[in-house]
């Protein structure tokens, strides 16, 4: 399998067609080529069964603190990575610190961005000559001593101007960020040069570029693009659950530092992390699902990832709940990811997850859920769980439990419309009004008022201002 999926890419892509029926696999399967599809007859119909969890065939990954696995919250049995980037991590054995990475490996400098205002399509650099219209791009932007750029992702409110960064977020704001974090990273699409100074970007601008903070274009480096997966189970052997960060990586399918890629009609069963998007941009998950024993996560969106969509997704009542000592988190957004969309989904169990390090502009809408056995998470050190503009719109609780359900208590400059379900507002999350002390400057609308057809706010906004 792994040798067809290879021949395929190194021919410029095609579809690795399954046929019904089970197929036993010793080691997880890589795409590492653009343009390739693994297609299953149907979720239902093609399993690729897994008996072996990814510690103990492609060695242990270790976390930021030398015990922790990494496999806990990264990489899947089928893995969506460039070669390149499977090998570096390889040789690091793994590793998240002393300068490992798990994002893009970009390349060289295209261009040094001016100052620009969150929104701006049109931006100023100092010179155009290597930048390409289509081309795919990475824009660096720094975060600067005065945490610039930290703040205005949480929406320049007061609290975030006296928030103490370096003390309460080093992951992402102290002299020993980690590597991933030290500029914030967002692949963008330029699509016209418009002048020996100018160009126009495909997406406006999430943050403001400040005067006098550091920004950039770069070289996007190797990735994987316009591949997916489709109509499949992929199945672990049914292990115990193991304590928190400590899972071997019975896990399901991850995408990691490629962009337009997907999964249609994909089930997984006994994970430890079901779907992961790493470093992912504009990937679409849909018809997804999830089951079996107790998760540690069933979607997680991390390490700057942004503007992917998960849609139409199920997480099943678990046959065997969580031992004690692990952690469920639910649907994920962490680690200056932006631009994500959770919608038209049910959830029998879960919550739902911001997992600190300033997730940001992320929506969750049109989904029912009933909200136990789960919890947020983040290292301590991660800083805020929330930045500016999270939505959650449109959301039916079936059991009554706030927890991280209405965030305007916690969340800057962010929304939360037409939850039915709870008997009042608020998070309950114990450090709520912690993280950014005075006006939030965030709203409570439509509470208990179910919004039926403007329930989907993603669908709304299409039909407000359809793309071209």
């Keep these: 399998m792994q040798a067809a999926l290879d021949e395929l890419g190194a021919s410029g892509g095609g579809v690795l067609q399954l046929a019904e029926g089970r197929y036993m696999l010793s080691r997880p399967v890589f795409i590492c080529h653009s343009n390739v599809v693994l297609r299953g007859a149907g979720k239902h119909r093609t399993t690729l069964e897994f008996p072996h969890p990814l510690e103990d065939v492609l060695g242990r990954a270790l976390g930021p603190d030398g015990i922790s696995s990494g496999w ?54 100092e010179d155009t000559s290597k930048l390409v219209a289509g081309d795919m791009v990475l824009l660096d932007v720094e975060i600067g001593q005065d945490y610039a750029t930290l703040r205005h992702m949480a929406g320049d409110v007061a609290g975030a101007r006296t928030y103490d960064w370096e003390g309460r977020a080093s992951m992402i704001a102290g002299p020993e960020r980690f590597s991933d974090f030290r500029t914030w990273s967002w692949p963008v699409k330029v699509v016209e040069v418009l002048s020996p100074r100018t160009i126009r970007l495909e997406q406006p601008l999430k943050t403001d570029i400040g005067d006098g903070t550091p920004a950039r274009l770069r070289d996007l480096g190797p990735t994987v693009h316009d591949s997916g997966v489709e109509g499949l189970t992929i199945e672990n052997a049914l292990r115990a659950q193991t304590t928190h960060n400590l899972n071997p990586g019975s896990n399901g399918l991850c995408f990691q530092a490629v962009y337009d890629c997907w999964a249609t009609d994909v089930h997984v069963v006994n994970a430890d992390c079901a779907y992961s998007l790493t470093s992912a941009k504009s990937c679409t998950l ?10 540690h996560h069933f979607v997680a969106c991390r390490t700057q990832s942004h503007d992917n969509l998960i849609e139409d997704f199920e997480l099943e009542e ?46 969750r809408t049109d989904i029912t859920i009933t909200n136990k056995d789960a919890v947020p998470g983040g290292a301590l050190t991660a800083g805020p769980y929330f930045g500016a503009r999270t939505v959650n719109w449109g959301v039916a609780v079936t059991n009554g439990n706030n927890l991280c359900i209405d965030v305007s208590d916690v969340s800057p400059r962010s929304i939360t419309a037409g939850i039915t379900g709870l008997s009042k507002p608020g998070s309950i999350l114990p450090q709520a009004g912690m993280d950014f002390a005075g006006d939030l400057e965030s709203e409570t609308l439509a509470f208990g008022v179910d919004l039926g057809e403007v329930r989907d706010l993603l669908e709304v906004q299409r039909a407000t201002a359809p793309i071209a």
């Design 72 to 125: 806990s919250w990264n990489g899947g049995q089928v893995f969506v990575i460039a070669r390149e980037r499977l090998e570096q991590s390889q040789r690091s054995d793994w590793a998240t610190t002393d300068g490992h990475t798990e994002g893009w490996l970009a390349g060289e400098l295209l261009a040094n961005v001016g100052p620009a205002p969150r929104g701006a399509q049109v931006i100023s650099v």
């Design 318 to 363: 678990f046959s065997t709940p969580a031992v004690r000592g692990s952690y469920f988190h639910g649907l994920n957004v962490e680690g200056l990811s932006s631009g994500n969309v959770y919608r038209r989904g049910v959830l029998h169990t879960g919550t739902f997850d911001s997992h600190r390090a300033l997730p940001f502009e992320n929506l």
């Design 286 to 295: 849909s018809g997804i699902s999830a089951g079996g024993r107790s998760l």
